[in-house]
């Protein structure tokens, strides 16, 4: 019977511990998640910021472009 108690405890000392690393293991991670959430976030804003740039550029040469056929005409 003491055996049983001795090994019950030793296994729930184990589970206790497995459970703590798991807590932490999990912490890092969504720690870590957070960040690269934080980086491809910005990421995409600036992106976007590029893509809105190229747009007023490439709308800009359009109306050059039209501005110069009509002035070959």
């Known amino acids: 019977m003491e055996e049983n ?3 019950v405890t030793k296994q729930l000392e184990n589970f ?3 459970v703590k690393d798991l807590e932490e293991e999990l912490e890092r991670t ?3 998640n957070r960040g690269l959430i934080m980086y491809y976030d910005k990421k ?3 992106n976007e910021l590029a893509a809105q740039s190229a747009e ?3 709308n800009d040469l359009r ?3 039209a501005h ?4 070959l005409t």
């Open 63 to 65: 109306k050059q472009n």
């Open 44 to 46: 995409a804003y600036d």
């Open 16 to 18: 206790r511990s497995q």
């Open 56 to 58: 007023r550029y490439l």
């Open 5 to 7: 108690i001795s090994y």
């Open 68 to 71: 110069n056929r009509q002035n």
């Open 30 to 32: 969504i720690h870590s």
